[in-house]
Each structure stands twice: as C-alpha cells, then as structure tokens.
C-alpha cells in the first residue's frame, strides 16, 4: 500500500514537472513570435534624438574622459540590413563639435570623421568610437538580445530561430505589473554582449498591452555590477510600438557609477517610407582619405 502511494506521488510530481516544462514552452514560443513580428512590421524608420550620460567619479571605464557630463545628437536611418547614422557632440579631448557618419550598407561598416579632413575609414568590423556612438536606439530595450558580433540592423532580429536561440535558457517566466501595465517578467543567463566569455543574468518585463514590448530590464554582470533599463515614453505608429524616451542606470555594489537618457524626437519619426540606397554608401570621391581597417593600408 505504502508502495503504491509512492508511485502515484511521483507520477503526479513526474506530470506536474513536464505540465511546468510544456507551459514554459508555450510561454517562450509567444515571446519569440511577438519580439521577431515587431521587427517584421519595420521594413525602415528614420528619427531624430539626443542621448545625455552622467558619469560619477566611481565609473571607471571612462576615466580618462575630463567630463563628468556629455551630451550628444544624432540621426538614425535604417531600411533592411543597412543604416545609417550620424552624431553630433563636443569632444572634451580636442575642445571641438565633433560630427561622425557611420554606415553599414550590408556588407561593411563606413566611418566618416569629419575635421579639417574628411577622412573614411572602412572595415567588415563594427568601429569602437563608444561612448559617444548610438549603434541603434531601437535596440537600447532589446538589448538582452544582442551577443558580441551582432548587426544592428532593425531585419536582423526578424529571425525567429535566432530569438529562440537567445531565449533558450529562460528559467522563469512569471506575471507581474510595472506602472500601469501588466504582462509577464521573464528570467533567464545568457553570454555577455562585449565578452562572450562572462554570463549575464536578465530580469526582463514585457507589457502584454503593448504587445509584449520590453520595457524594463535588468542585469547582473558577474557579483557586482547591476544594470537597468526603464522605457518612460512611448509613441504607437500603425500598431508600432516606437520608445520615445528610455534611461539607463549601472552601479557597482549598488554604488552609481552613470546614467544615460536616450531621447527620440517624435516630430522626426518616419516608419516603412522609402529610402534611397544612396544614404548607406559613402563614396570615396567625396572624401579626402580612405582608410582600410581590416588590411591596414591607405586606399586614398
């Protein structure tokens, strides 16, 4: 009798485990449908924004900048697999306006550096002008999604496999409320974004009214640092959810080490208009220099 007791216990723990594994499946299979069908609605958009980044005397990795305060504005657009955008700040090392052109047009990326020469630096490799360099606003609350190599490009996480690939590890998924919006918090470990040798822990909530947009993250980099990111304001275009202005906080041991405020200029928005292919190719002859950064040598 005591036998058989056990064995309907563990049969019901058994069926209870593979009910928890199958609507966890379920669950996953929804998120990646409705993150890979946003996406899919952006065929191109183009905006207009400014980013504002605080920086304390804790943080570190930007010490060697003389400011604690650093403003910039740019202009994104981006139509398929190619993009563009341009930025525009003050840099505190050459006491000068700085305005910088990145594109990538499918193939490789294209810095443009404008000063008293134009000088184009060309390279299959995502150029490092951080931190002034906004690779794509839209990005800023799918970040848990980005992984070391990754293309910026908005059609680029249209793939379904590749969000499943990145979901994988979820190991919660439960209901929750941020504001006024209800939807679902999901935990999950992936891979760093920079260094594919560390993991990140992820706290990710999605508004189910707004169609399962991320619009708060957090993440612990190792035991120390923790990261956060809140989409305050939002602007909806044809079903399109569109963050108009999102913060960011990091702290080391709860400590603030900096905030950024990326802002986006609704006035500015256009979504799935036409765009020539001219705007994501800079051509030599309108430049004073070329520089190949994959094989080290002058091209102009």
């Not at 570190?60 to 563009?84: C, D, E, M, T």
């Not at 060309?122 to 794509?136: A, D, R, V």
């Amino acid at each position: 009798m005591l036998m058989k007791k056990r064995e309907n216990l563990f049969l019901l723990i058994y069926f209870f485990i593979i009910l928890c594994i199958y609507i966890l499946g379920e669950d996953q299979m929804i998120i990646v449908d409705k993150i890979s069908s946003y996406f899919k609605k952006l065929f191109s958009v183009q905006f207009e924004g400014d980013m504002e980044m605080h920086l304390t005397s804790s943080d570190k990795s930007f010490s060697a900048i003389p400011l604690s305060k650093h403003n910039l504005k740019y202009k994104f657009i981006n139509n398929g697999n190619k993009y563009r955008i341009e930025v525009y700040f003050f840099d505190p090392f050459i006491k000068k306006e700085v305005h910088k052109i990145v594109c990538w047009n499918g193939e490789q990326y294209q810095l443009l550096e404008t000063g008293e020469k134009r000088v184009l630096s060309i390279s299959k490799s995502l150029p490092q002008i951080n931190p002034y360099f906004i690779p794509n606003p839209l990005l800023f609350p799918f970040t848990f999604l980005l992984k070391k190599g990754d293309y910026f490009s908005l059609n680029y996480f249209q793939n379904q496999q590749l969000i499943k690939e990145r979901l994988k590890n979820i190991e919660k998924i439960e209901e929750g409320q941020r504001g006024e919006y209800k939807g679902i918090y999901i935990y999950f470990t992936k891979q760093g974004q920079f260094d594919d040798k560390n993991f990140e822990n992820y706290k990710i909530f999605l508004a189910r009214e707004l169609n399962y947009f991320p619009i708060f993250s957090e993440i612990f980099i190792g035991e120390e640092i923790r990261e956060e990111m809140e989409v305050k304001e939002f602007l909806k275009i044809d079903d399109i959810i569109i963050p108009i202005v999102i913060y960011s906080s990091a702290y080391k041991k709860e400590k603030l080490l900096r905030t950024v405020k990326v802002s986006i200029d609704k006035e500015t928005v256009k979504i799935n208009v036409p765009i020539e292919e001219e705007f994501f190719n800079i051509p030599f002859s309108h430049v004073d220099k070329v520089w190949d950064s994959d094989t080290k040598t002058w091209l102009k």
